[in-house]
């Protein structure tokens, strides 16, 4: 951290789009990765169109003492430059057809861009370098494809030389051959092989849609690969770019730890995608395994325990367990989220949903949720009017009431006399959770 006055305005600043604790535990989480903490790639769109929000967002991110590496594209520019000059181009699987005359082109703005993003970042007060074509040792290796470059292997010294001194490193997709032959890299390639080999904490894309937009238009916020990945190759109205990102993703987090994810955001929100649990954007995991039990064992009913008061942060009572007579749970196998239902009236009663507080904004809650209603396509439940997770609740079900300070809610009950019924069971329960 720079100074405490710089860090009172940062920290009031994102006070307020989110709440002290979570700013914390984020600030607290990604300072701990040091120098692994994300790769930023920047598509080429944004230093076009909207470089004043990309320094910014970085610039704030230095002040709080994150020195992520930026690896930005051109296409764009570099496509209509091209037109200009009236060279031909091809794509092939994404990838341009390079030429020896539009690789002349493609050095020329790659340069333009990566100096434009410095200029941005100087009068932001961030001290950063380029890296031009000295990271990526390449081979060619599709001859059809001319002059692009396959990564054979990424050479650090730079990065960690600029790291060192306190500069981000600011790469171009531009790599070398053996023979010294300069070669053109898909930016989203480049960043992707990056990300395997520095194993980073969080792999960030900047794009000007701002996430992974579905069929309604609405960006998805989470995606767990386990669980989505197949369905959205299948989607008809996920376009060709995206599935191909979606692809390249999936190969990279299949080759990093299990608790790393991607983010695809818009500079405007990369703040708020970082430091809030909600974020906004579109957060990609590789996915959690849920398990559905019909009896737990000592272990797992402490885990059970355990996972309901970090998730609500209070004291669950000892006779919870043993009062459900027929129960299923649903346990995520980190150990970190859980569904309780109560099959002691004619619909399923969704008696807990609870997140470790460590846990949320990964995108677990939604993996056991989704678990839980693969099997139950009827069910109600209910929470405490002031509960954050209310906004999500209120999204999923098909109708909800509020009685004193809870907000009763169901899906898939059309029958009145069965509705009232369960809007009463929920009413009169006595609370199981308590808070001193
Ligand atoms: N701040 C957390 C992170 O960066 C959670 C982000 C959640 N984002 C989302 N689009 N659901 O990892």
């Not at 920047?42 to 970085?58: R, T, W």
Request: charge should be neutral; aromatic fraction near 8%; proline fraction near 3%.
């Amino acid at each position: 951290m720079k100074n405490n006055s710089t860090k009172k305005i940062i920290l009031k600043l994102l006070n307020s789009i989110s709440s002290e604790r979570e700013i914390k535990k984020y600030l607290e989480k990604f300072s701990s990765d040091g120098p692994n903490f994300a790769i930023i790639k920047v598509g080429g769109a944004i230093i076009q169109n909207d470089i004043e929000n990309l320094a910014s967002a970085l610039a704030f991110l230095n002040q709080v003492g994150l020195k992520p590496i930026i690896i930005h594209g051109a296409g764009p520019m570099l496509s209509s430059e091209l037109d200009q000059r009236g060279i031909k181009y091809d794509f092939i699987d994404g990838k341009r057809v390079t030429s020896h005359s539009a690789l002349m082109v493609a050095e020329e703005l790659f340069k333009q861009e990566n100096k434009k993003l410095l200029q941005a970042l100087s009068a932001n007060n961030v001290n950063a370098k380029p890296l031009l074509s000295n990271v990526f040792n390449c081979s060619i290796s599709n001859k059809e494809l001319g002059l692009v470059g396959d990564v054979q292997s990424i050479n650090m010294e730079p990065i960690n030389k600029l790291l060192n001194n306190g500069c981000l490193p600011i790469i171009a997709p531009l790599g070398i051959t053996k023979d010294g032959q300069i070669v053109n890299i898909n930016a989203d390639i480049a960043a992707v092989a990056l990300g395997k080999h520095i194993q980073p904490e969080k792999m960030i894309f900047l794009t000007e849609t701002g996430g992974i937009i579905d069929s309604h238009q609405n960006i998805i916020s989470t995606i767990n690969l386990n669980a989505d990945f197949d369905e959205l190759m299948k989607a008809e109205w996920l376009h060709s770019g995206m599935k191909l990102k979606l692809q390249q993703i999936e190969e990279l987090l299949n080759s990093l730890s299990s608790k790393a994810s991607v983010s695809i955001t818009k500079p405007q929100y990369l703040t708020k995608e970082l430091f809030t649990d909600s974020g906004s954007g579109t957060l990609i995991k590789k996915g959690h395994i849920i398990k559905e039990f019909e009896n737990l064992s000592n272990t797992q009913e402490n885990t059970l325990k355990e996972i309901i008061e970090s998730g609500f942060n209070g004291y669950l009572s000892s006779n919870f367990l043993t009062e459900i007579e027929h129960n299923k749970f649903y346990l995520s196998h980190c150990n970190r989220a859980a569904i309780v239902m109560s099959y002691d009236s004619n619909i399923p009663y969704m008696d807990k949903f609870a997140v470790m507080d460590s846990a949320k904004g990964e995108g677990l809650g939604s993996a056991v949720w989704k678990k839980m209603r693969e099997s139950n396509s009827q069910l109600f439940w209910r929470s405490k009017s002031s509960n954050p997770i209310n906004k999500f609740y209120i999204n999923v079900c098909d109708g909800f009431q509020k009685y004193k300070n809870w907000n009763i809610f169901w899906i898939g009950i059309d029958d009145y006399k069965e509705l009232s019924f369960c809007i009463n069971y929920a009413a009169s329960k006595s609370p199981s959770v308590n808070y001193e």
